[in-house]
């Protein structure tokens, strides 16, 4: 079993910065890719960012390219989103996720593609 935890949420004004943090614990050692997923009411959750399971390959929505960086540290089992110049249409609730055995192995922007979740934690950019 696989335990994620989200901190790093907030209200910022847009144009600003947050950085969001995901702690792992449990079976961490068997962790390959992790990713950030956003969710807004009535829609279905929406692939953020990914990085694989060394650090050296990463995938971005083309809605936050330029703007956010997905990074990890498996030696503290954490993984990060920095968030630069924050848009309304940020605004979300964050999920950090993650793909470890056993599990039916899936694409990496899509929710399929993870078996571990985090409970989520609330951005909001204000205009």
């Known amino acids: 079993q696989v335990q994620l935890v989200e901190s790093g949420g907030g209200l910022v004004q847009a144009g600003g910065s947050l950085r969001l943090s995901c702690a792992a614990s449990?079976?961490?050692?068997?962790?390959?890719?992790m990713a950030w997923f956003r969710q807004t009411p009535g829609n279905e959750r929406e692939f953020v960012a990914a990085?694989?399971?060394?650090?050296?390959?990463?995938n971005y929505a083309d809605s936050v390219k330029g703007r956010f960086t997905v990074s990890r540290d498996n030696a503290k089992n954490t993984v990060h989103l920095q968030m630069n110049s924050l848009k309304p249409e940020d605004t979300a609730v964050y999920f950090c996720?993650?793909?470890?055995?056993?599990?039916?192995?899936?694409?990496?922007?899509?929710?399929?593609?993870?078996?571990?979740w985090g409970q989520g934690t609330q951005v909001t950019v204000s205009s």
């Open positions: 990085i694989s399971r060394s650090g050296g390959t990463t």
């Open positions: 996720a993650a793909q470890a055995p056993p599990a039916v192995e899936g694409p990496t922007a899509t929710i399929q593609g993870y078996n571990y």
């Open positions: 449990g079976r961490t050692f068997t962790i390959n890719r």
